[in-house]
């Protein structure tokens, strides 16, 4: 193995038009712009209207009309009005949807955050109104069009009696989905619906990204500490390579069991970014240690390989970026705060919800840090601690929340809470940022314009924290 001090480290770096991303990545961040567009779910079901059209069609041709009962039959007067009202009104109807939708968007938006808006035009439920919506109108012009007079040209006589039938069950369908989505979007622009929904999908990325401490067997910070912090003092002069970021962009994703099959084995890979942060490019995102000196073309295809496994974005995600959660959910509280909108009550319920996302951090390995057993090793330089989260979460309101004594003695309580709960998994680093924000809190509540009630009340609960010393 080469000395890294006497050697040059090449720094690799490309454009876009060179990365390929790896299939998981690619994968991921296809199924994530599926998700949050109001075009491709609604799609589906157009192609799923005009695949059922064809086929019910076919039945029609099949089944003689003298087999069906008399209340399925009608005729070709009939079955032209039904199909043109219905098309008529789903078209209508879905106008409706759209407009109300937007309108969710825009007073979600003013009043809340604009962060939300992934609230709104992600919600499965919506897309599947619209394609409900869409798709009975595109049933029905497909099926109109082939429904023939015995005097007409064009095509033997046809009344589709099956098909209207069908038709006739859509609209009824499209017509319960547009009162549901009226009812849905009603609800949804509750602060408590938009914070609930935040919340449970900030712990459910929680739970995907950050194992429990002692569940990750191949994280070596828990095998041999000081190895890790050994490691982590080596700086990029002791880089073998360099990899830059091939283009400027949110970081959505970082795959680290493929940046670990990039590597050469033995190699140590050092994560200069982390999820959530903002790029230029060329800026180095990657640093590989322990190996080799590579040539020129064995360091550009291990650099593309290691490239592969970061997804880069004009706009952050809720793939993996748990600091996007809180933020989102921070935004919220301080738009409540704000001088134009004043609701305290609004911010204590953004406060406890934090509370719920910091409590899912507890006992978590954040560092990030795992290896193989080909003796592949990666590490990051700037993975969050606990208390980077917690002063994340609390410091906006902290600073905004001037003379709203509810806010800060929510803030007092729940993180008395998360104290006892860091307690009960005995989890010091954890305990350790909840003091330091609490006392923080506690003192820049002091400085407000309190009633002496007020005052007392925040010294006890300040007091059977922790967070200040008894009196």
Request: charge should be negative; include cysteine; aromatic fraction near 6%.
């Amino acid at each position: 193995m080469a000395n890294p001090e006497h050697q040059e480290t090449p720094e690799v770096g490309g454009g876009p038009s060179d990365l390929r991303p790896g299939h998981h990545v690619r994968l991921s961040a296809l199924g994530e712009r599926f998700h949050q567009s109001l075009f491709f779910f609604p799609a589906l079901f157009i192609v799923a209207a005009i695949a059922l059209a064809v086929v019910m069609v076919f039945v029609d041709r099949a089944v003689s009309t003298e087999s069906l009962p008399g209340f399925l039959t009608t005729t070709v007067e009939s079955s032209r009005s039904i199909l043109g009202a219905i098309s008529a009104g789903t078209i209508t109807a879905a106008s409706v949807v759209l407009s109300l939708t937007l309108v969710a968007v825009q007073l979600s938006s003013s009043q809340h955050s604009p962060r939300v808006l992934r609230n709104f035009i992600g919600d499965r439920f919506q897309q599947m109104v619209i394609g409900v919506v869409m798709g009975t109108f595109v049933y029905c012009v497909f099926v109109l069009r082939v429904v023939r007079a015995p005097l007409e040209e064009g095509g033997s006589p046809f009344v589709p009696n099956l098909s209207v039938v069908v038709a006739i069950v859509l609209g009824i369908a499209a017509l319960l989905a547009v009162l549901a989505s009226v009812d849905s979007t009603a609800r949804g622009l509750k602060v408590e619906s938009i914070a609930n929904q935040v919340t449970n999908e900030t712990i459910a990325v929680i739970g995907e990204r950050f194992p429990m401490k002692g569940e990750q067997l191949l994280v070596t910070n828990l095998q041999d500490p000081e190895a890790t912090m050994a490691r982590l003092d080596r700086r990029d002069a002791d880089a073998v390579l360099v990899v830059r970021s091939p283009e400027a962009g949110w970081v959505r994703q970082i795959a680290s069991d493929a940046l670990l099959a990039a590597a050469p084995a033995g190699a140590t890979i050092q994560t200069l970014i982390s999820v959530g942060t903002y790029v230029m490019e060329e800026t180095p995102i990657l640093s590989v240690l322990d190996i080799d000196v590579p040539d020129d073309d064995e360091a550009e295809h291990m650099s593309r390989e290691l490239c592969a496994a970061i997804d880069f974005g004009n706009e952050r995600t809720m793939q993996q970026d748990v600091d996007f959660g809180v933020l989102r959910l921070s935004d919220i509280g301080l738009r409540a705060l704000s001088s134009g909108v004043n609701d305290p009550n609004t911010a204590v319920e953004i406060v406890v919800r934090l509370g719920s996302v910091l409590r899912a951090l507890l006992g978590r390995d954040l560092s990030g840090e795992q290896s193989d057993d080909d003796g592949r090793t990666l590490i990051s330089t700037a993975a969050a601690d606990y208390g980077s989260y917690v002063h994340a979460a609390f410091d906006p309101m902290r600073e905004a929340a001037d003379n709203q004594i509810s806010v800060y003695e929510a803030m007092l309580r729940t993180l008395g809470q998360l104290v006892d709960q860091a307690g009960l998994i005995d989890d010091a680093e954890a305990s350790e940022g909840i003091h330091e924000a609490g006392a923080e809190i506690f003192e820049r509540a002091t400085k407000c314009d309190l009633l002496p009630r007020e005052r007392e009340r925040l010294q006890s609960v300040a007091e059977l924290a922790g967070f200040v010393p008894a009196r």
